[in-house]
């Protein structure tokens, strides 16, 4: 790496998907019917799809031969173990499943579960299990504009004073996160997670790793943290997995795959717990909801995601985009992130109170705008006090331009800069939401919006 200017794409295009270009009409009527809710726009009238980095990531020649190799038995398919992990894996259709098994498994009502920054499915499922989320993260992590290297950092005071409060029995497991996606993609030092993992270990509490961009993260240490500069993606990833007890994977980001994930476990007995509920809400243990071939491109997916050069690539991809935003004065977060570029849309809308959900009715005029789809990761995506039914508003209000891996050009991020400034030089045409329809649980993905006046989100 040493000498290199550029992080030039380590792949070529073999072939490619049409997308289809609409006229601003076209998509003013396409938001209106979807509620003003990208997640619910068909992506047919979507350009430049931002929503999200989960499963929409192109897959390589080697893992589409790799399908062509699927042992489809129902039982002990041969692409089982070409997974490897903690002692024990038990795949899953995707990563939440693995959340909800480890969370019914190991949180009994009334226990506290800390973490660094909640993720929406994690604490649903946490919440489902009868526990309670703390966040133990650093307040930096909080300032999108603090330059701390490492926000995705616990704080180990944090989690002393919860240990103090509540007792360490009280204490399900510690939730630990890389690439803390809440925070803007901030990852977390080598040394912090040794430091996490021996202050919980010390008290008996174990420690899972959500470990969706784990990858991303050992990148990160590698620029970032002194002392790995010389190290391999692969090493710096074991050394993360080897300091906790397990961990919850949603392949469908840094695995490169468009389904899959899977539990991974050290405990015996916990593992076959597990193995017992995932054939009642997945299938037999060694498939997990997956076909065998599913299994296969995961497998591959996996030694492609700790390529140095396809890493340098991606993330170079993501920092090509947000210098674009910062030299036009865009408020990002800072620094930027793993999986995508975190607008603050709080400073970008100032005129636009919390309650009128600035995030989300950014995210619907970018559209408007462009074509570009992104999501909401602020008030709407907090939900409400299960206690007062009050809307909570976290410190951070952010729309999340998600960059699949190896799927778009500079030339998509340039459009993607162009509108999202375009929008800031004009930021008095958006108009904020209200509600029309909230679904029960995670009402980010399904909830319906109307402008607060007249019937567009962006005007003129």
């Known amino acids: 790496m040493t000498g290199r200017r550029s992080w030039a794409e380590p792949w070529k295009v073999k072939m490619v998907e049409h997308l289809r270009m609409t006229t601003r009409p076209e998509r003013e009527q396409a938001i209106a019917q979807a509620g003003f809710n990208t997640f619910l726009l068909p992506s047919e009238f979507v350009y430049i799809d931002l929503l999200t980095d989960s499963g929409t990531s192109a897959m390589s020649d080697r893992q589409w031969a790799g399908l062509m190799m699927g042992d489809e038995a129902y039982a002990g398919s041969m692409n089982y173990y070409h997974l490897e992990s903690y002692k024990h894996l038990i795949p899953t259709h995707q990563g939440r499943c693995a959340e909800h098994i480890i ?56 989690i002393e004073k919860l240990i103090r409060e509540h007792g360490a029995e009280k204490i399900a497991y510690l939730s630990l996160e890389t690439n803390v996606n809440m925070a803007g993609g ?91 509920m995932v054939v009642v809400y997945e299938g037999l243990h060694t498939y997990g909801g997956l076909a065998g071939r599913d299994m296969e491109a995961m497998a591959i997916g996996i030694q492609e995601s700790v390529q140095l050069d396809h890493m340098h690539a991606r993330i170079g991809q993501v920092e090509y985009l947000g210098h674009k935003l910062i030299e036009a004065g865009v408020p990002i977060v800072r620094p930027i992130g793993g999986h995508g ?65 190896r799927v778009y050009t500079q030339a998509h991020m340039d459009v993607t800069a162009e509108s999202v400034i375009a929008l800031l030089e004009n930021s008095r045409k958006v108009v904020g939401l209200r509600f029309t329809y909230e679904p029960k649980y995670l009402r980010f993905f399904q909830a319906r919006f109307e402008p607060v006046r007249g019937n567009r989100v962006l005007e003129g």
């Open 341 to 405: 570029i975190f607008v603050d849309a709080a400073a970008f809308l100032p005129h636009i109170p919390r309650e009128e959900f600035p995030a989300q009715a950014l995210a619907a005029a970018l559209y408007v705008d462009s074509g570009v789809r992104a999501m909401e990761r602020g008030g709407v995506s907090a939900g409400r006090d299960k206690e007062t039914g009050k809307n909570l508003f976290p410190k951070l209000e952010l729309v999340r331009l998600t960059l699949p891996r």
């Open 186 to 276: 901030q990852p977390c030092s080598m040394e912090n997670i040794r430091a996490t993992c021996d202050l919980c270990h010390r008290h008996g509490i174990k420690v899972y790793l959500d470990a969706t961009r784990a990858v991303e993260n050992a990148y990160f240490i590698r620029e970032r943290e002194p002392g790995y500069a010389n190290k391999t993606l692969a090493e710096i990833l074991r050394e993360i997995c080897d300091c906790t007890d397990g961990a919850t994977m949603s392949a469908k980001k840094d695995a490169l795959v468009n389904i899959g994930g899977f539990l991974a476990v050290n405990d015996d007995e916990l593992a076959e717990r597990a193995r017992n």
């Open 103 to 158: 969370s019914q498994l190991c949180i009994r009502p009334g226990q506290t579960v800390p973490g660094n920054m909640y993720f929406t499915t994690t604490k649903m499922h946490q919440e489902l299990a009868g526990g309670s989320f703390a966040d133990v993260i650093i307040d930096e992590a909080h300032d999108p504009r603090s330059e701390h290297p490492f926000k995705g950092n616990c704080d180990l005071k944090k």
